[in-house]
């Protein structure tokens, strides 16, 4: 997301079985993930968080109907080129394989698929959430298989060289127990270099800190206490946090956020963004901050804007 535009990144499925090509999820009989991704791009018109019917489709990638074998990463990207970008993405909720993509023009163009390693799990479910140290140095967080095999708990990695080679950095999280989970982060470095991840569980959000750049963590609390959908966690220009948007699948239904002004120790009450069912009620939103404006995006504005319209205005957050 830059201060002119913003790039939204939708996810189709196929229902094809394969774990070697890049187009399929080996669990159709649960939902297809990872497989076509088309990009459009929008600018932000004035103050306004909507997409205007301008905005164009980029890129629909693997680019052909069979998909794209998954390569090794030669290295050699600069994460700290304004306009790089990269997405994680799994085959398979449990065991992945997980590859990725990268992008050096806002995702006109991408390269990949790359391989994902496995960092000695039993398998990587990786969603994209990652923080930029330097041109060849990246930090990400995936969600790795629990040892029965199934979702999940996080983990945190690192690339020195553009890519190329990876190294395991830490668990984020204990393992879950039972059939609960700990998947889709959301992280954000502090101006005092601290690095904080909320995760979401089953039907709760957990929030967890690393004061010594993600080799050790620490449980800070549980910011949204009642909800099944995921986090996505941000600074906002003035210094505070938000736990941003998390849906509502179940009564009350819609979109919530929760403001921090303490680095996450404390939390505000939840405060309502949208008061209405729509479709699975905001299974992912997200936010940008960047500019001072608030943009979300829910199961139902994405395919708004993969179709060209404009999805209704939410307002602004200065």
């Not at 005092?192 to 959000?205: D, F, H, K």
Request: hydrophobic share 30%.
């Amino acid at each position: 997301m830059w201060s002119d535009s913003n790039l939204a990144i939708s996810t189709f499925g196929s229902q094809v079985n394969t774990s070697t090509r890049s187009t399929t999820s080996s669990r159709p009989n649960i939902y297809s993930r990872a497989v076509w991704m088309v990009a459009r791009h929008g600018r932000s018109k004035s103050r306004s968080v909507y997409w205007l019917r301008r905005g164009r489709r980029l890129r629909e990638f693997p680019p052909r109907p069979e998909g794209k074998p998954v390569a090794d990463c030669q290295g050699g990207f600069d994460f700290a080129d304004p306009d790089f970008m990269v997405t994680f993405r799994m085959a398979d909720v449990d065991i992945g394989p997980s590859r990725f993509y990268c992008s050096l023009n806002r995702g006109k163009n991408w390269q990949g698929p790359f391989r994902v390693p496995l960092f000695g799990q039993k398998g990587i479910a990786a969603r994209t959430d990652y923080l930029v140290n330097g041109r060849s140095d990246l930090t990400v967080f995936l969600t790795a298989a629990k040892s029965n095999g199934h979702e999940g708990r996080v983990i945190c990695v690192r690339t020195r060289d553009g890519g190329k080679t990876w190294s395991f950095a830490s668990f984020v999280t204990p393992e879950p127990e039972g059939r609960d989970y700990a998947i889709m982060p959301s992280s954000v470095r502090l101006p005092s270099q601290a690095i904080l991840t909320a995760v979401r569980y089953q039907n709760w959000i957990d929030l967890y800190r690393s004061d010594d750049n993600g080799r050790t963590w620490a449980y800070v609390g549980r910011p949204a206490p009642d909800t099944e959908n995921p986090p996505s966690l941000l600074q906002l220009q003035d210094g505070r946090l938000v736990a941003l948007t998390y849906g509502r699948r179940s009564a009350p239904f819609g979109i919530r956020a929760r403001l921090s002004s303490d680095e996450g120790k404390t939390w505000s009450s939840e405060i309502v963004l949208r008061n209405e069912a729509v479709g699975t009620s905001a299974t992912r939103a997200v936010c940008s901050a960047r500019t001072g404006r608030l943009s979300r995006y829910t199961t139902s504005t994405i395919p708004q804007i993969m179709s060209g319209k404009s999805p209704r205005q939410f307002g602004t957050q200065d």
